[in-house]
């Protein structure tokens, strides 16, 4: 399959490797054309991933038209917040006969709509398949071919079987699911519970209450998922918990480390100006919200985290706040 890969962060450049070992023709379209000359020159990626040497089969362009004409697997790997242009300058050269599978994990923040609600508005009239590829995968452990698995969501099944096949490999287990709302929105969501349990982490915590915050956090997701759509199933799967736990507990996750900044006394606006990294999780918690609130579903963490990224009341106040709830029915 001729594979291209839209977004050169540590993701994108992951999944090009994992793409091009599968045995497709893969490119990664670059926006900065000196950064795509310096990838094809040292054959590793130093802004975002470095360490890990490129396969030589590997492919850099700049050219977006001949990209996407030439593509039959689109991956969208961008931040959540470029999504909507970057699929704006691709429309024009897109076509029915392709996929394009949402990568990145996060709802548009200034709509709350699905991401794949924006695919599906600019592509729509291509006719062409939306997918979601998502799981419990950090770029640092993909890429260096630890095993892993993910999970390919089409409406299609037959699609996302072939998606699968295209994609599945050794050590990258490709599983298919048909729930897109739900695998789409727990990788949204766990972005906020990890913020959460870098706060955790910060606070020194300990691991009792690690494990109550994942699993009050599971059933949060869950209840906001669920609202939207999603299969309660889905968040028991490598999309849901198995996401969240590998976000929660990983030194790898900058969703994690940022929160663990939070708990250190940092503010939101110093940590995003201190990384060239995306930090999906101060754009979900705000969104998320929000949509929690116009739909009234109950999200205490959410909430509770909400106020602490906006100076509201500190993380220690958060934790007595959520604490100090009244006592309930575990499952209702
Ligand atoms: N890193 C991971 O382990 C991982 C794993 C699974 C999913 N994701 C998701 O993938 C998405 C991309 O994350 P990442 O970790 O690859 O990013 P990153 O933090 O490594 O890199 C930032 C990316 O933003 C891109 N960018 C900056 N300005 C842009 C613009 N104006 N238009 C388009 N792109 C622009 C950069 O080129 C770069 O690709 C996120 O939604 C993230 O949640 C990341
Ligand atoms: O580093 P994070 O926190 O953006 O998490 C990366 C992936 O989403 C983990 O599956």
């Known amino acids: 399959m001729n594979v291209v890969v839209i977004g050169s962060g540590s993701w994108g450049t992951a999944l090009a490797i994992k793409s091009a ?4 023709t893969t490119t990664i379209y670059c926006r900065r054309p000196e950064f795509g000359k310096q990838l094809a020159i040292d054959h590793e990626n ?26 039959q697997i689109v ?13 704006e300058a691709i429309q024009p050269y897109a076509h029915k006969e392709q996929s394009y599978v949402l990568c990145s994990k996060g709802v548009e923040q200034t709509t709350g709509k699905l991401l794949t609600t924006v695919m599906s508005e600019i592509l729509g009239s291509v006719g062409c398949n939306l997918a979601v590829l998502t799981g ?6 993909v890429a260096r071919n630890l095993p892993a698995a993910a999970v390919l969501s089409t409406e299609n099944l037959d699609v996302a079987i072939k998606l699968q096949n295209a994609l599945h490999s050794q050590n990258f287990r490709i599983y298919s699911s048909t729930d897109l709302i739900g695998v789409e929105l727990a990788g949204a969501t766990k972005n906020i519970i990890a913020l959460a349990a870098g706060i955790v982490d910060g606070l020194a915590l300990g ?16 209840r906001f998922g669920v609202a939207l759509g999603a299969k309660k199933e889905t968040y028991a799967g490598l999309a849901g918990m198995g996401d969240l736990i590998a976000t929660c507990m990983s030194g790898h996750s900058r969703n994690r480390s940022a929160g663990q900044q939070l708990a250190d006394g940092r503010t939101m606006d110093d940590i995003m100006q201190h990384t060239n990294m995306v930090v999906e999780g101060f754009f979900a918690t705000d969104i998320i919200h929000k949509m929690a609130e116009e739909h009234d579903i109950e999200m205490p963490i959410t909430a509770a985290l909400h106020d602490v990224l906006h100076q509201k009341i500190t993380p220690a106040a958060a934790l007595e706040e ?11």
């Open 21 to 24: 070992l599968a045995g497709n």
């Open 46 to 71: 130093k802004e975002y991933l470095p360490g890990v040497i490129l396969p030589d089969s590997l492919q850099f362009s700049s050219d977006l038209e001949a990209c996407i004409r030439n593509a």
């Open 75 to 87: 991956l969208m790997v961008t931040p959540s917040v470029h999504v909507r242009t970057s699929l």
């Open 136 to 141: 419990p995968n950090h770029a640092e452990e």
């Open 207 to 222: 691991d009792n209450c690690k494990a109550m915050l994942l699993t009050r956090g599971l059933h949060e997701m869950t």
């Open 322 to 332: 959520l604490m100090g709830r009244n006592s309930k029915i575990e499952v209702s």
